[in-house]
């Protein structure tokens, strides 16, 4: 599947996006995949309170399934102005 990163996840984690093999049937199972990979994806995801994931372009939480899922995208939460 795809997993994309925005704003400063994307800066922590040094990639817009990459193509990711996983087992994971969870957002927060994919999550602890790829914090488990390097340094830069435990800063990354160190605090998921402060971030938001969407699953093929829906938002959704970190319990959310995976089952038949091609993208993923993680951010922090935006604000209107």
Do not use: C, H, I, N
Not at 29 to 57: C, I, M, S, T
């Amino acid at each position: 599947m795809d997993v994309l990163y925005f704003a400063w996840v994307r800066e922590r984690v040094g990639l817009p996006k990459e193509r990711v093999e996983t087992g994971a049937a969870t957002v927060r199972e994919l999550v602890a995949e790829l914090k488990a990979r390097e340094p830069r994806y435990e800063a990354a995801f160190a605090d998921e309170g402060a971030l938001r994931v969407a699953v093929d372009q829906e938002l959704t939480d970190f319990d959310a399934s995976l089952a038949g899922a091609r993208e993923v995208a993680f951010f922090p939460p935006m604000t209107g102005g």
